[in-house]
T-cell receptor, first 114, second 113 residues
């Protein structure tokens, strides 16, 4: 257990539905990251927050995706009008400056879009 | 744009053997490099982090090296055990603002009893 938690661990939804995932980082970590991992691939960066500010978004993050980190604590990732291509593992990571900026990952949320 | 490559994609070894996993990257201006382990259907567990000013890091039976000039890192596992079976991923930090990670596709290791 790295101290980063994600909820839910698994989500099955029908195409066109909206889904929301939650990430709780390690409490003292000011930076939070979302990645997406498809089968047989390494994780790909989606977006990151420093405290409550979303500072960078990948081109992978289409306008159907939105992420928030209110009050600089937990974060949510919402996908609207899900498509089958959204099926993947969504991973959250956090870090704090120092320790070489080592990132600690949560267990992930596995999304299956039918 | 940083690209990270891991070879081989899969590796099978008998228990007790020492082994080396390879990672190469295209941009030598990395901030640091991190090795992870991933079990099937699970998240990532950080194994070792090597900062750009370092040449290697050790933790137990694991030793990771970094050669920025050649764009390579290796993860050495001594006396492999069946419990080491997993996918091993390396990732580089850009260090330019976001510290986002760029991952390779991983090497799937199977240690046969």
């Amino acid at each position: 257990d790295t101290g980063v938690s994600q909820d839910p661990r698994h989500k099955i939804t029908k195409r066109g539905q909206n889904v929301t995932f939650r990430c709780d980082p390690i409490s003292e970590h000011n930076r939070l990251y979302w990645y997406r991992q498809t089968l047989g691939q390494g994780p790909e960066f989606l977006t990151y927050f420093q405290n409550e500010a979303q500072l960078e978004k990948s081109r992978l993050l289409s306008d159907r995706f939105s992420a928030e980190r209110p009050k600089g604590s937990f974060s949510t990732l919402e996908i609207q009008r899900t498509e089958q291509g959204d099926s993947a593992m969504y991973l959250c990571a956090s870090l704090t400056s120092g320790r070489g900026n080592e990132q600690f990952f949560g267990p992930g949320t596995r999304l299956t879009v039918l | 744009k940083q690209e990270v490559t891991q070879i081989p994609a899969a590796l099978s070894v008998p228990e007790g053997e020492n082994l080396v996993l390879n990672c190469s990257f295209t941009d030598s201006a990395i901030y640091n490099l991190q090795w992870f382990r991933q079990d099937p259907g699970k998240g990532l567990t950080s194994l070792l982090l090597i900062q750009s000013s370092q040449r290697e890091q050790t933790s137990g039976r694991l030793n990771a090296s970094l050669d920025k000039s050649s764009g390579r890192s290796t993860l050495y596992i001594a006396a492999s055990q069946p419990g080491d079976s997993a996918t091993y991923l390396c990732a580089s930090h850009s260090g330019a603002g976001s510290y986002q990670l760029t991952f390779g596709k991983g090497t799937k290791l199977s240690v046969i009893p």
